[in-house]
């Protein structure tokens, strides 16, 4: 995780909107409004984003450990508005993932409509109501695109195809009961023609997709200070020594060497 450093708003839509009710975006309707602004359909930063309206009002970078959001121009996520206080509430990383605390506001602070005091945990996708103001947080995803070399020689809609896909691995491989078959229901395509597709564009197999994509979430939470058990977890092992012998088939070493080697490099 980087060092403190000051806090960077990355503003993608802001326009004069009237007056209304704010309104939970689903992951679908956020993604598909980052799309239409030439974003990457996978997160590579976590953020809150600014709803109202349906709309995607204002987009806010998180890229350190704790930031506070409130009304005042020292705050790491300033937001103008009466109804939120001047220090609000404080969102903050650590190894468990990230929580949310509110700071003894005015109007509270509110996760899924549920009134927060001490550290609450934040989930991709959370929202989160300060004052009168809707947020809603969204976890950094790996581009996992990257992992293949021959991206530059895919077709356009075959990379559009396996964005689709990847994004629908990277939110759902934590379950226990995740399959491939599933997830060509998902995709209106029977498990063979999606073994087929994933071939014909990367060479791979759909369950050479989901290992690479297990192994590349596990190995980011590494060096992110995540806990092993946390990480099995979220990658869909049942344990932490199946994630362990796994991570040693596809990298050649243990979580543990692997941390000690990425610390000898630094």
């Not at 009237?18 to 309707?29: A, H, Y």
């Not at 930063?45 to 600014?50: A, G």
């Not at 991206?151 to 379950?175: G, S, V, Y």
């Not at 012998?245 to 979580?255: E, L, M, S």
Request: proline fraction near 3%.
């Amino acid at each position: 995780m980087p060092p403190h450093q000051s806090f960077k708003a990355d503003i993608l839509h802001s326009n004069n909107l009237s007056n209304g009710t704010n309104s939970v975006l689903t992951i679908e309707q956020t993604t598909k409004l980052l799309k239409e602004r030439q974003q990457l359909t996978l997160l590579e930063k976590t953020r809150l984003m600014f709803l109202k309206e349906n709309q995607l009002s204002q987009v806010f970078i998180i890229e350190q450990p704790e930031v506070i959001i409130g009304r005042t121009d020292s705050a790491d996520i300033f937001i103008e508005d009466n109804s939120i206080s001047r220090q609000h509430a404080k969102i903050k990383l650590n190894r468990e993932g990230y929580f949310i605390e509110d700071l003894g506001s005015t109007n509270g602070t509110y996760v899924q409509d549920q009134p927060i005091q001490d550290k609450f945990p934040l989930l991709d996708g959370s929202s989160i109501l300060v004052g009168n103001i809707l947020l809603q947080f969204f976890v950094a995803r790996s581009c996992a695109l990257s992992l293949w070399p021959t991206l530059n020689q895919w077709r356009q809609q075959d990379q559009a195809f396996m964005e689709n896909l990847l994004d629908m691995l990277e939110k759902h491989i934590h379950k226990p009961n995740f399959s491939i078959e599933q997830v060509a229901s998902d995709l209106y395509m029977s498990s063979r023609q999606l073994q087929r597709r994933v071939k014909e564009i990367c060479g791979d197999t759909p369950n050479s997709l989901v290992t690479r994509v297990k192994m590349n979430r596990a190995k980011i939470m590494l060096e992110c200070g995540a806990h092993i058990e946390k990480i099995a977890e979220d990658c869909g092992f049942s344990c932490s020594k199946s994630l362990s012998r796994a991570f040693k088939k596809n990298f050649d070493c243990t979580p543990g060497k692997y941390l000690e080697s990425s610390n000898l490099l630094r």
